[in-house]
C-alpha cells in the first residue's frame, strides 16, 4: 500500500523498513512515552516489529500510520495519520478509525502534529469517506489535547482505560 499525502512542510507516506532507525529513536525516548504508560522499546527488534504490525494493517484494514518526513530535511520525524482499531474496548467502541500521532522529540513544539494530523482528517474524509474520527491522549498531556482540538476534533469525555491502566480523554470530529 502506498501513501503520498504532502502538506506545506511535510510528507506523509507508508512506514518502510528504512525508517527502522527513526522509530527506535522515536520509541526508545522516555519523554516520549511519558503519557503512553512509560513503556519506551529498548531494542531495534521492538522497533522492527512496530513497522511489522503497521505493515500489517494496510495489507488488512487497508490503512495505518503514516511516516512523517520533514521536506527541508528528508528526515524521518515520527508518524501520523490513521488506524482502525479492533483490538480494544476504547470508551465502549470496539471497533473505529483513530487519528494520532507521535513525534521525534527534537521535533516538538513546531506544529508538525496539527499539520500532519490535518491532513490525515482530509484524507480520511475526502478519500476514505469515512463518517467520523476519534482519539484518545492521556488526561495529562495538554499539549496532545490542544492540537487535537486545532486539527478540528472536539473533546467528548474522560474514561479509564483498564488495559492500559491508563486515564484518557476521549475525542470526536465528524465528516460534514
Sequence with gaps: MTFNIETKRLLLRELRNTDLDGMFELDSNPNVHRYLGNKPIKTKVEAQKILDSVKQQYAERGIGRFAVIEKASGDFIGWSGLRLNTEYNMNGFTKYYDVGYRLIERFWGKGYATESGKAAI????????????????????????????????????DFYFEQEQLDLRWYKIENK
Design 122 to 157: 482530509e484524507y480520511a474524509f475526502n478519500v476514505m469517506k469515512l463518517p467520523e474520527l476519534y482519539a484518545t491522549t492521556e488526561m495529562g498531556n495538554q499539549a496532545s489535547h490542544n492540537a487535537l482540538l486545532k486539527i478540528g476534533l472536539h473533546y467528548v469525555n
